[in-house]
T-cell receptor, first 114, second 110 residues
Framework: DADVTQTPRNRITKTGKRIMLECSQT?????MYWYRQDPGLGLRLIYY???????NKGEISDGYSVSRQAQAKFSLSLESAIPNQTALYFC?????????????FGPGTRLTVL | QKEVEQNSGPLSVPEGAIASLNCTYS??????FFWYRQYSGKSPELIMF????GDKEDGRFTAQLNKASQYVSLLIRDSQPSDSATYLC??????????FGQGTTLQVKP
């Protein structure tokens, strides 16, 4: 079984709809991250969480919110989706104890906002 | 200026050649540097990390770091078609955040 899972894997929605992307991990890691990837722009950090009570904004948090329901679960919400939020979204985890902070990525969610 | 910059490519090399991927970063205080490989439609996976000046070798891969020049590179020796992917350079910032470059697409031609 995959260590970091994301649901759904693909989603097509309409402008103005509320969307939730979910991430679960079985690695036992404390730290979780949400990124979006757009062609030619690499990975950009949306939000990150270092434990259940810790939520931090990343580079591009406007239009997004997150919830850390448990150590293993971190959800990303788009309250009112807009077309420029069409992208590939990745969840990642890392171990607090990892000195070099390797991040492990989920398989991604491809979101299309029409 | 972007914090982490890479040439987006594509970089095309023949099979068996050395591929050289480059990355520059703007924060002189950066401590750790990472190379991720991402196949088309897949998630990134870590292939190398480096935090000391000089070279670090792992199989066919060598990471090179020059903090004075704020430059990190990845060499792939004996390139194979299976190495064709996008290579993402990432720099560790405070509190464990990674800042990624836009990635370089490598094409290894048989």
């Amino acid at each position: 079984d995959a260590d970091v899972t994301q649901t759904p894997r693909n989603r097509i929605t309409k402008t103005g709809k509320r969307i939730m992307l979910e991430c679960s991990q079985t690695k036992g890691h404390d730290r979780m991250y949400w990124y979006r990837q757009d062609p030619g722009l690499g990975l950009r950090l949306i939000y990150y969480s270092f434990d259940v009570k810790d939520i931090n904004k990343g580079e591009i948090s406007d239009g997004y919110s997150v919830s850390r329901q448990a150590q293993a679960k971190f959800s990303l919400s788009l309250e009112s989706a807009i077309p420029n939020q069409t992208a590939l979204y990745f969840c990642a985890t890392s171990d607090l104890a990892g000195g070099y902070n390797e991040q492990f990525f989920g398989p991604g969610t491809r979101l299309t906002v029409l | 200026q972007k914090e982490v910059e890479q040439n987006s490519g594509p970089l095309s090399v023949p099979e068996g050649a050395i591929a050289s991927l480059n990355c520059t970063y703007s924060d002189r205080g950066s401590q750790s540097f990472f190379w991720y490989r991402q196949y088309s439609g897949k998630s990134p996976e870590l292939i190398m990390f480096i935090y000391s000046n000089g070279d670090k070798e792992d199989g066919r891969f060598t990471a090179q770091l020059n903090k004075a020049s704020q430059y990190v590179s990845l060499l792939i020796r004996d390139s194979q078609p299976s190495d064709s992917a996008t290579y993402l350079c990432a720099v560790k910032r405070t509190a464990g955040k990674l800042i990624f470059g836009q990635g370089t697409t490598l094409q290894v031609k048989p």
